[in-house]
């Protein structure tokens, strides 16, 4: 069973910074592309970032400049650094692990205040 264990999500004030881990095995983490999805309330889910497994990273436009996504392939682990937050970035933020199937982790509230 394939699991993507997320953490770091919490409160932050406006301008503030987050980090979210997600970590799964190495026979996933080798083979899919990983990424960050985020749904706001009565919003549809959508893309944050992702990174392939040859490290290649794309961005939502409303997070370019302002986020960061990594991996590090000793720990199996994604990370989203999000910087400069903003009320809108509101969501719970989902990992996602995709190749010709698709997975995800439990997902991780971010709350920024205004």
């Known amino acids: 069973q394939v699991q993507l264990v997320e953490s770091g999500g919490g409160l932050v004030q406006a301008g503030g910074s987050l980090r979210l881990s997600c970590a799964t095995s190495q026979s996933i983490f080798d083979l899919y592309t990983m990424g960050w999805y985020r749904q706001a309330p009565g919003k549809q889910r959508e893309l944050v970032a992702i990174?392939?497994?040859?490290?290649?990273?794309n961005y939502a436009d409303s997070v370019k400049g302002r986020f960061t996504i990594s991996r590090d392939n000793r720990k199996n682990t994604v990370y989203l650094q999000m910087s400069s937050l903003k009320p809108e970035d509101t969501a719970v933020y989902y990992c996602n692990a995709k190749r010709l199937d698709n997975y995800w982790g439990q997902g991780t509230q971010v709350t920024v205040s205004s």
């Open positions: 990174i392939t497994t040859t490290g290649s990273t």
